[in-house]
């Protein structure tokens, strides 16, 4: 029999034995799968110390105007997810689970988050997630580089006393089994592990570049040059770094300590991991993909033309990032809603068909006579009957008035779009309204207010 205690989980010797009162419940691959899950999970645990920490405190500017209200990290992916999920998912799945996020600007969001989808952690058990802004213990200045984040967390960090430290970037979206770069790390002995993703060698110039020996161990790192260093015996490929640093915690604090009385920019990448280079052992981990595609999934969607097309790859027959996979589960808040509904089924011409293709629809969401197409619908979407949405991303609470088009356009949260209302097909005008990306994506900002009398009055100002 399976026996449940609070914050823990036991399987008795004979808990696979089949019985009369369960007759199917140990055979199905679902059940053993999440027993496997579990075993991995405690494997993990027992042998690595690791205190992650998550850099979310960049403004994301160039994802303007979705960060009028949020960080980057918040940012609404793919439906029901925020950027920063991938991050804290891969913590859970490689058994990490002590994270601190480290926040900065407009963080009320993530905040919010932070405490409904992750407050599952047992103190009890020593695990715990936190919210950490600037606490100014080593200074009166806020987070001044990604170096500096980790310093001014220094007396959280000794006090906690981890064998190593995990540095993440909260707003990059991948599958990563850290468990794996741990082992690798031990396996050098190294100081220092810099995860790099192998990427070509003509486009790597958009990227920081590491260069590497044969063993392994990084000679070079330059962000985005012209020529970059090919990895070794492979001369059109280069390693380009992830922002993923696993170090050794007594060495990363000396070097911490050394940067933090320089007149540097206290950045890992330009700083810190040139400095180790010169006297410690630091080397480069080949990002192994959990994601399980024929190409390695690893994303910065760091402008909106990268936002929306990552979002639209999730529509597609075959996306190149699977979501479905429950061997490496996503995790989220799931809010109360109910399922998602299509209604009215007036295939005759002239009638109202609620249909949606080739789209992501997130639950609460009611299709009332509307065609969605290529599309992701966040919680609670209404499309209204005769209106027609295509490569769109829509999110939590948007409402489609009746006679609408909408085209390739980004519509933030609690936003009303009157009836009638074109949206992308006429991109002149779509920019004395809206912000329009070159390539043609528009963007509502939150909560933008488009009511009938306020369009009325903007046409009325137009005519004259």
Same mark, same amino acid.
């Given at each position: 029999?399976?026996?449940?205690?609070?914050?823990?989980?036991?399987?008795?010797?004979?808990?696979?034995?089949?019985?009369? #009162?369960?007759?199917?419940?140990?055979?199905?691959?679902?059940?053993?799968?999440?027993?496997? &899950?579990?075993?991995?999970?405690?494997?993990?645990?027992?042998?690595?110390?690791?205190?992650?920490?998550?850099?979310?405190?960049?403004? $994301?500017? &160039?994802?303007?105007?979705?960060?009028?209200?949020?960080?980057?990290?918040?940012?609404?992916? @793919?439906?029901?997810?925020?950027?920063?999920?991938?991050?804290?998912?891969?913590?859970?799945?490689?058994?990490?689970?002590?994270?601190?996020?480290?926040?900065?600007?407009?963080?009320?969001?993530?905040?919010?988050?932070?405490?409904?989808?992750?407050?599952?952690?047992? /103190?009890?058990?020593?695990?715990?997630?936190?919210?950490?802004?600037? !606490?100014?213990?080593?200074?009166?200045?806020?987070?001044? @580089?990604?170096?500096? *984040?980790?310093? !001014?967390?220094?007396?959280?960090?000794?006090?906690?006393?981890?064998?190593?430290?995990?540095?993440?970037?909260?707003?990059?979206?991948?599958?990563?089994?850290?468990?794996?770069?741990?082992?690798?790390?031990?396996?050098?002995?190294?100081?220092?592990?810099?995860?790099?993703?192998?990427?070509?060698? !003509?486009?790597?110039?958009?990227? @920081? =570049?590491?260069?590497? #020996?044969?063993?392994?161990?990084?000679?070079?790192?330059?962000?985005?040059?012209?020529?970059?260093?090919?990895?070794?015996?492979?001369?059109?490929?280069?390693?380009?770094?992830? /922002?993923?640093?696993?170090?050794?915690?007594?060495?990363?604090?000396?070097?911490?300590?050394?940067? +933090?009385?320089? %007149?540097?920019?206290?950045?890992?990448?330009?700083?810190?991991?040139? !400095?180790?280079?010169?006297?410690?052992?630091?080397? *480069?981990?080949?990002?192994?993909?959990?994601?399980?595609?024929?190409?390695?999934?690893? &994303?910065?969607?760091?402008?909106?033309? +990268?936002?929306?097309?990552?979002?639209?790859?999730?529509?597609?027959?075959?996306?190149?990032?699977?979501?479905?996979? /429950?061997?490496?589960?996503?995790?989220?808040?799931?809010?109360?809603?109910?399922?998602?509904?299509? =209604?009215?089924?007036?295939?005759?011409?002239?009638?109202?068909? /609620?249909?949606?293709?080739?789209?992501?629809?997130?639950?609460?969401?009611?299709?009332?006579?509307?065609?969605?197409?290529?599309?992701?619908?966040?919680?609670?979407?209404?499309?209204?009957?005769?209106?027609? =949405?295509?490569?769109?991303?829509?999110?939590?609470?948007? %409402?489609? $008035?009746?006679?609408?088009?909408?085209?390739?356009?980004?519509?933030?949260? %609690?936003?009303?779009?009157?009836?009638?209302?074109?949206? $992308?097909?006429?991109?002149?005008?779509?920019?004395?309204?809206?912000? =329009?990306?070159?390539? $043609?994506?528009?963007?509502?900002?939150?909560?933008?207010?488009?009511?009938?009398? +306020?369009? #009325?009055?903007?046409?009325? %100002?137009?005519?004259?």
């Amino acid at each position: 029999m399976l026996i449940l205690k609070p914050r823990s989980l036991f399987v008795r010797h004979d808990a696979v034995q089949q019985t009369s #009162a369960f007759p199917c419940m140990f055979d199905t691959p679902g059940f053993a799968c999440y027993i496997q &899950r579990i075993i991995n999970l405690l494997k993990k645990r027992v042998t690595m110390s690791i205190l992650a920490m998550i850099l979310a405190g960049g403004k $994301g500017e &160039r994802l303007h105007p979705l960060t009028i209200h949020r960080a980057k990290p918040a940012v609404p992916f @793919g439906g029901i997810y925020r950027i920063i999920d991938f991050a804290l998912s891969n913590c859970i799945n490689s058994g990490i689970r002590k994270i601190a996020v480290l926040p900065q600007y407009k963080s009320l969001s993530l905040d919010k988050h932070l405490r409904m989808a992750w407050n599952f952690f047992s /103190g009890e058990l020593n695990e715990y997630i936190i919210s950490v802004p600037p !606490q100014q213990r080593v200074g009166d200045k806020w987070y001044q @580089g990604t170096a500096d *984040a980790i310093y !001014q967390n220094i007396y959280m960090i000794e006090k906690d006393a981890p064998d190593h430290l995990l540095v993440l970037a909260g707003d990059h979206i991948y599958k990563m089994d850290y468990a794996e770069m741990f082992k690798f790390h031990k396996e050098q002995n190294a100081d220092a592990t810099v995860a790099a993703i192998e990427i070509p060698r !003509q486009s790597a110039t958009s990227f @920081g =570049v590491i260069e590497v #020996a044969e063993d392994c161990r990084i000679v070079g790192f330059e962000e985005k040059p012209q020529e970059p260093k090919h990895i070794p015996g492979r001369p059109d490929t280069a390693f380009a770094s992830m /922002g993923i640093y696993l170090f050794n915690t007594k060495t990363l604090l000396e070097y911490l300590k050394s940067d +933090a009385l320089q %007149d540097t920019s206290h950045d890992f990448g330009k700083n810190i991991i040139p !400095q180790m280079m010169k006297a410690s052992r630091v080397c *480069a981990y080949n990002f192994k993909d959990e994601n399980k595609k024929e190409a390695k999934y690893w &994303r910065d969607v760091g402008t909106i033309d +990268a936002y929306w097309e990552a979002n639209m790859d999730l529509v597609s027959v075959d996306p190149q990032l699977n979501l479905y996979d /429950g061997a490496w589960p996503i995790r989220t808040y799931q809010s109360q809603n109910p399922p998602a509904k299509f =209604v009215f089924a007036q295939e005759s011409k002239g009638g109202r068909l /609620g249909i949606a293709l080739d789209s992501i629809v997130s639950h609460g969401c009611i299709v009332s006579g509307g065609r969605v197409q290529n599309s992701v619908l966040s919680p609670n979407v209404r499309v209204n009957s005769y209106s027609e =949405v295509q490569g769109s991303i829509l999110m939590e609470n948007v %409402d489609i $008035g009746r006679h609408c088009r909408i085209r390739r356009a980004i519509i933030d949260k %609690d936003v009303t779009i009157p009836p009638e209302t074109e949206i $992308g097909y006429d991109l002149e005008e779509d920019r004395k309204h809206y912000y =329009v990306t070159p390539s $043609g994506i528009v963007v509502i900002a939150k909560g933008t207010e488009l009511s009938e009398e +306020a369009r #009325a009055a903007a046409m009325a %100002d137009e005519r004259a």
